[in-house]
């Protein structure tokens, strides 16, 4: 059976910011297969990466991400909680897309590229026609999109027919969106559905889950057989599932 993908999650994050260029060129050094972010969108139109709704808990500051123009996101320490990278401007400044895709570019690695188009969001579609728009300038980046929503999975091929998309759930399991090709959702999940990844694969579904940290939670992913795992710990969990 071969071994899992490694994603990292959010970036190479053990000991730096998550999203920060910092962590996702650590994620490079540490061999990771593919990167996993999360995109959102400014109040002046710029994508940019970040997993919660508002800057509080990963820069200590008050507002919303859509609320904040990319001008006023750039004034806060998205590295406030990480001392130890003061003055590393790629661990405290927020990164758009567009930073994110020239680092892959410039790494000359090819790494698969797993967008998380956050929602609710208060500019609705305008999220993945901003993102359609952004990848039509970076031709030959290998980019899977991803999302809770399904009215965002159905927006996006309705852009794009081609691009792999990724249906993310918690519970209950529900009927997968049409023109998903790839079903993700937590090890606990996993882990207490003994056939979902049988019962995926045969319905031609690939299986992604998150977050897998531990060399045992690593091992018992790979004995079921899931095609990726999410890690914070890309050198590790490689090491573990390849010794």
């Not at 320490?77 to 897309?97: K, Q």
């Not at 570019?105 to 967008?115: E, F, M, P, W, Y």
């Not at 003994?194 to 690593?218: C, I, K, L, M």
């Amino acid at each position: 059976m071969p071994l899992p993908l490694i994603a990292a999650h959010r970036g190479a994050n053990e000991f730096l910011p998550e999203h920060s260029l910092a962590a996702f060129r650590q994620a490079i050094v540490e061999g990771a297969d593919a990167f996993e972010f999360d995109l959102r969108l400014t109040a002046d139109g710029h994508l940019v990466l970040h997993h919660d709704r508002t800057v509080k808990r990963t820069a200590g500051a008050k507002g919303a991400v859509s609320d904040l123009t990319l001008a006023e996101l750039r004034e806060l320490n998205f590295a406030y909680r990480h001392p130890d990278c003061a003055g590393n401007p790629e661990a405290e400044r927020i990164p758009t897309l567009e930073d994110l895709f020239g680092l892959v570019t410039d790494s000359g690695k090819d790494v698969k590229l797993l967008i998380e188009a956050k929602h609710p969001s208060k500019f609705g579609p305008r999220l993945e026609l901003r993102l359609w728009e952004t990848l039509r300038r970076w031709p030959g980046l290998d980019v899977t999109v991803m999302s809770f929503s399904r009215a965002a999975l159905k927006t996006w091929r309705g852009l794009d027919a081609d691009t792999p998309l990724v249906w993310i759930f918690e519970y209950p399991f529900r009927r997968p969106p049409e023109g998903v090709q790839i079903l993700s959702s937590r090890v606990d999940y996993v882990e207490s559905t003994p056939d979902f990844v049988e019962r995926s694969h045969e319905a031609g579904y690939q299986v992604y889950t998150w977050t897998v940290n531990d060399a045992e939670t690593a091992r018992r992913m790979a004995a079921l057989g899931v095609d990726l795992v999410f890690t914070d710990r890309p050198a590790a969990i490689r090491g573990t599932l390849a010794g």
